[in-house]
């Protein structure tokens, strides 16, 4: 059986709901009352982890070791919702850019292996650049709590969720390009990491539709 990543097209496609729960996630939880208890967009992205590794492990030998780390980030995010160390914290975060960087790779390796292309095809790279930024917005969180203060703009006194959401607008921010400068990376290590997705986001793009239309192209002359 030839090696793959993602469904075929005689399996049912996954990336369509995946995506789904990740735009809820990132729409709907910035608006939530910075009172609400943090159960319900603990919920959702617990929900992206889930489905994430269902969709992304469709007949793939990195089941086991992405599983592992699954279970693990999940663990680790709920011991510090629960608990009060700040060592949680930490580990929750590193595991959560771990599993965002593994599935991504998963996902373009896969996609570049597709000897053609389809609806969930399609899904499957939009879903890498939106775990993309995800991850970025982690990196970021990341660093503001080693290096407090490395981004201006960001609300001091607020809650860490909303610090969250705030570095999670920026990460969209800068992946896109737009660069609107309400919140700005001031550290050396924010600056080097808010320029690295700013890259990634243009070459992913280039890159992926160059990939796409090639697939397509070649599935039309072999019809």
Do not use: C
């Not at 709901?17 to 939880?29: I, P, Q, S």
């Not at 959702?44 to 030998?61: C, E, H, I, N, Q």
């Not at 975060?93 to 390796?109: D, P, Q, S």
């Not at 990939?211 to 039309?220: D, K, M, N």
């Amino acid at each position: 059986m030839p090696y793959s990543l993602i469904p075929s097209a005689q399996k049912k496609p996954h990336y369509g709901l995946l995506l789904l729960v990740l735009l809820v996630l990132l729409v709907v939880a910035p608006l939530m009352p910075p009172d609400t208890p943090e159960y319900g967009v603990e919920f959702f992205f617990d929900l992206v982890l889930v489905m994430g590794a269902y969709s992304t492990l469709t007949g793939s030998k990195h089941r086991l070791p992405f599983l592992v780390l699954t279970a693990l980030t999940l663990a680790t995010r709920w011991a510090d919702m629960v608990g009060d160390q700040s060592s949680f914290s930490l580990a929750s975060i590193v595991l959560v850019i771990a599993w965002l960087v593994y599935a991504v790779a998963l996902i373009v390796v896969a996609l570049f292996r597709m000897p053609s292309v389809d609806t969930n095809t399609i899904l499957a790279a939009i879903v890498a650049y939106v775990l993309a930024a995800v991850a970025f917005a982690s990196l970021f969180e990341l660093i503001e709590l080693m290096q407090p203060g490395s981004f201006r703009g960001l609300s001091m006194d607020g809650l860490p969720r909303e610090i969250e959401h705030a570095l999670m607008y920026f990460s969209v921010v800068s992946i896109t390009t737009m660069g609107y400068g309400d919140i700005v990376p001031v550290s050396s290590l924010a600056r080097s990491f808010a320029s690295l997705e700013g890259m990634f986001g243009t070459l992913y793009l280039a890159v992926m539709i160059a990939r796409l239309v090639g697939l397509h192209g070649r599935s039309e002359d072999g019809a």
